[in-house]
């Protein structure tokens, strides 16, 4: 009888969910950026706002303090670090809306997708929407992509500054 008290008892300790792992993004917006104090923080010159982001030296931490387990935010860098400043800020720094699908591009009327590079990957699921799996394409600029499933055309509108060439 004891036996199966306790193992009754094990089992359903087993089947307890796991307690859910709070989002880091609260502990951003109640902390402002850790425990380091202010002062602390203007050293690093990384910034802990978005309107602190001067460039992609800013966007590096110095990492959780001693002793401390780091959480996303301490590590977050460059542009995983400038939209979780954006989150913080309620600013979308990214647009992940859907293209539009609610027609077909053609050669004459190619679906406009902006980038900030000279080339986009776009992910084409047919018109109307999910008519087929999505295929990967890669327009680029002065140059338009054609699903080869359904036909659709798209087409970069780049949105940088010319001549920036810049290479990762």
Request: with cysteine.
């Amino acid at each position: 009888m004891l036996a199966s008290t306790l193992r009754t008892r094990a089992l359903g300790a087993m089947r307890r969910p796991a307690m859910a792992r709070s989002f880091v993004a609260g502990r951003m917006l109640r902390n402002d950026g850790g425990q380091l104090t202010k002062e602390q923080r203007e050293k690093t010159g990384t910034a802990y706002k978005l309107e602190q982001v001067t460039g992609p030296e800013s966007l590096v931490p110095p990492g959780a303090p001693e002793g401390e387990v780091p959480n996303d935010f301490d590590q977050a860098t460059g542009l995983e670090r400038l939209e979780l400043l954006g989150l913080m800020a309620g600013t979308k720094v990214f647009d992940r809306a859907p293209l539009d699908s609610s027609r077909k591009g053609t050669m004459e009327n190619p679906i406009i997708v902006d980038s900030y590079e000279k080339y986009r990957y776009v992910g084409c699921t047919g018109s109307p929407a999910g008519s087929h799996q999505v295929l990967w394409l890669r327009p680029r600029e002065g140059k338009v992509d054609r699903c080869w499933e359904c036909g659709s055309v798209y087409k970069v509108n780049y949105l940088g500054i010319e001549g920036d060439d810049h290479h990762h």
